[in-house]
Antibody, heavy 123, light 105 residues
Framework: QVTLKESGPGMLQPSKTLSLTCSFS??????????VSWIRQPSGKSLEWLAA???????YYNPSLKSRLTVSKDTSNTQVFLKITSVDIADTATYYC???????????????WGQGASVTVSS | IQLTQSPSLLSASVGDRVTLSCKGS??????LAWYQQKLGEAPKLLIYNTNSLQTGIPSRFSGSGSGTDYTLTISSLQPEDVATYFC????????FGSGTKLEIK
């Protein structure tokens, strides 16, 4: 069974760096074709894809946020991390990590999602 | 590519055939998916590549379309289908539509 779970600080101040962790089980990011993405959703609004990292360590970013984002993974291939620098109120959202499998559906079609981590940016 | 979903709110009766629309600002080349998001939950993949039903999704859900215009159809609306539905294109960049909220009348 594939499960993902996001964790984060809950609340942080403007200008700080947001650090999020995605812990998953039921698959390994070392498996060929495996991809983990980060997506966020402000309350009551639509979704925004942020970044992805794949089995080969290749990383892809939303062009509009690229300068502020860093995605990485741990050496055991069971966790993925996202850092967002210089946060402001507009970064307040629920942050999801999600899995996709290249060669199964599509590199960027997420078929399993975590429950989401709520992040509030406030002074 | 920008995606425009319509209507933003849809109210229908149990058993109704329901059609949700998603229109792209450019050709999407059938690289379109549909997600269902129930209140307080994560999105759930329903349809990918325009008309491929994800494993485990009831057959009352179907997708169609081409070019810039795509449709999600629920053949017989069930109470558990109350949710917001998002279309998502992965042809050129990655973008989600603004969503259609589906309610039971």
């Amino acid at each position: 069974q594939v499960t993902l779970k996001e964790s984060g600080p809950g609340m942080l101040q403007p200008s700080k760096t947001l650090s999020l962790t995605c812990s998953f089980s039921g698959f390994s990011l070392s498996t060929s074709g495996m991809v983990v993405s980060w997506i966020r959703q402000p309350s009551g609004k639509s979704l925004e894809w942020l970044a992805a990292i794949d089995w080969d360590g290749d990383k892809y970013y939303n062009p509009s946020l690229k300068s502020r984002l860093t995605v990485s993974k741990d050496t055991s291939n069971t966790q993925v991390f996202l850092k967002i620098t210089s946060v402001d109120i507009a970064d307040t959202a629920t942050y999801y990590c999600a899995r996709s499998l290249y060669g199964y559906i599509h590199y960027y079609v997420m078929d399993a999602w975590g429950q989401g981590a709520s992040v509030t940016v406030s002074s | 590519i920008q995606l425009t979903q319509s209507p933003s709110l849809l109210s229908a009766s149990v058993g109704d055939r329901v059609t949700l629309s998603c229109k792209g600002s450019q050709n999407i080349n059938n690289y379109l998916a549909w997600y269902q998001q129930k209140l307080g939950e994560a999105p759930k993949l329903l349809i990918y590549n325009t008309n491929s039903l994800q494993t485990g999704i009831p057959s009352r859900f179907s997708g169609s379309g081409s070019g810039t215009d795509y449709t999600l159809t629920i053949s017989s609306l069930q109470p558990e289908d109350v949710a917001t539905y998002f279309c998502y294109q992965y042809n050129n960049g990655l973008t989600f539509g603004s969503g259609t909220k589906l309610e039971i009348k």
